[in-house]
């Protein structure tokens, strides 16, 4: 299990142990992202193998880092196949215990990527804005309406994740792997689950957390056509 982080040390210890509950998770990597605070440390205390960015890079680089992390770890365990790869976001705090949905669709080969639809109300801040952007032009490239095209709670086979690389940047990752998979004629399948984050809030910071979205999402699209 892979989780970017970026300045959550309030929750990423709640995070990482509900994680590492679940019955088919025996790894959790945690890439801190350029955090200020301590969300290394408490990653760390609670079990997690830490990566770090000395800066910020963005959500799309810190996928990679803890995916590769993922595969040295694979190769120096002499694993036969490689382990498949879930993504969960590090403010889910103890609902992460809920994301095992997520794995089973992959791992009985059903599936390339689950994409997580979670069953309590998804606040969408900016009027949704973002999200009907990256739902609309997923629609466009593929043909497919994904109920939340942002969810970055997300499992992958190692085969699905290479075949999407490189990432798109940033905040655009989520909207550039559906498309760039299904493209390939690789299978996705949406899950209902009862994950639940942090809602962003109505300030100048969550504004300006929804403008860089909103630009990360654009990019995507943009390359894709």
């Known amino acids: 299990m892979v989780i970017a982080a970026r300045n959550e040390a309030d929750r990423i210890q709640a995070t990482v142990t509900a994680a590492l509950g679940l019955p088919s998770v025996a790894l959790v990597i945690v890439v801190d992202d350029g955090s200020r605070d301590g969300t290394a440390t408490a990653a760390r205390h609670a079990g997690a193998v830490v990566m770090r960015h000395p800066r910020n890079r963005g959500k799309g680089a810190a996928m990679e880092t803890g995916a590769e992390a993922a595969g040295l770890l694979d190769q120096r365990e002499h694993r036969d196949r490689p382990r498949h790869l879930l993504f969960l976001d590090a403010d889910l705090?103890?609902?992460?215990?809920?994301?095992?949905?997520?794995?089973?669709?992959?791992?009985?080969?059903?599936?390339?990527?689950?994409?997580?639809?979670?069953?309590?109300?998804?606040?969408?801040?900016?009027?949704?804005?973002?999200?009907?952007?990256?739902?609309?032009?997923?629609?466009?490239?593929?043909?497919?309406?994904?109920?939340?095209?942002?969810?970055?709670?997300?499992?992958?086979?190692?085969?699905?994740?290479?075949?999407?690389?490189p990432l798109a940047h940033g905040w655009g990752v989520e909207t550039g792997l559906s498309i760039d998979l299904l493209r390939q004629g690789m299978r996705i399948t949406e899950v209902k689950v009862e994950l639940a984050h942090r809602a962003t809030g109505a300030g100048m910071r969550a504004q300006l957390h929804r403008a860089h979205q909103l630009i990360d999402v654009a990019r995507a699209l943009a390359v894709r056509r």
Do not use: Y
Not at 115 to 124: N, R, S
Not at 143 to 162: D, K, M, T, V, Y
């Open 93 to 165: 705090a103890n609902t992460a215990a809920l994301a095992g949905p997520l794995i089973d669709p992959v791992l009985a080969g059903r599936a390339d990527m689950t994409i997580a639809v979670f069953t309590a109300p998804v606040k969408l801040g900016g009027h949704g804005l973002v999200v009907g952007l990256s739902g609309a032009g997923i629609r466009r490239a593929t043909g497919w309406q994904p109920a939340q095209p942002l969810n970055g709670q997300r499992c992958l086979s190692r085969a699905a994740f290479e075949a999407a690389r």
